[in-house]
């Protein structure tokens, strides 16, 4: 399946408060980040791709249209991904990830505006985010390809195959090749494989000829 590249405006994070800021204890757990399409109609989210960068688990809502005199409304598709299998470690913290539409827990089909929630409970990290986001829509499908009308019905195997003008028939050329096969046999079994030695007679030796030599 093709797929196109949706133009994009990532907003600023918008840090949400986990314990009291004034104190050491106090730090943004929690990030949103709003994704607007400007310029964009309504379309069908195909994937999702970012590089992490330390966030712990990924959630995704989507804003989607809907018919006239119906205010839309925010939809999750997708909750608390896992981006790092434990947040204390460095396994997965920057990672590419790919995200597909087959993953969303609801449809996907005309969006508006996405909202990423990134989450990181661990302390051990200063910052943390997604980078090098993009968005791609579902691109235009494939021309249906046409067969020649021979490779789209082939011939049954017990059709007899049409024999190409200027060649002598099979069937033919196969019995010409075993008579000449009998017939090579045939000269083959008639040949004696005796030899004769030079003063064998009847199968013994005459002295007057061995004086001679």
């Known amino acids: 399946m093709s797929r196109v590249l949706v133009p994009c405006h990532v907003k600023s994070t918008v840090a949400l408060q986990v314990g009291d800021m004034r104190t050491n204890q106090g730090r943004p757990g929690v990030l949103v980040v709003d994704v607007t399409f400007p310029n964009v109609s309504p379309f069908e989210l195909q994937e999702i791709t970012f590089k992490n960068y330390y966030t712990a688990f990924l959630s995704i809502r989507v804003r989607q249209h809907t018919p006239l005199h119906t205010p839309s409304k925010w939809v999750t598709c997708l909750r608390d991904y896992c981006l790092m ?50 968005i791609y829509q579902q691109g235009p499908k494939s021309p249906s390809l046409t067969f020649p009308k021979w490779l789209s019905h082939p011939v049954s195997s017990e059709q007899p195959t049409p024999r190409l003008e200027g060649l002598p028939d099979p069937s033919r050329v196969s019995s010409e090749v075993q008579q000449m096969w009998a017939l090579t046999e045939m000269i083959r079994a008639s040949h004696t494989s005796t030899r004769i030695g030079r003063f064998d007679v009847d199968g013994c030796y005459d002295l007057n000829l061995l004086s001679y030599t």
């Open 85 to 134: 299998p434990d947040p204390h470690s460095e396994e997965g913290a920057q990672e590419y990830v790919s995200l597909f539409k087959h993953q969303m827990l609801c449809d996907v089909t005309r969006v508006l505006e996405l909202r990423l929630i990134l989450q990181q409970p661990s302390p051990l990290w200063l910052s943390f985010t997604v980078e090098e986001l993009q």
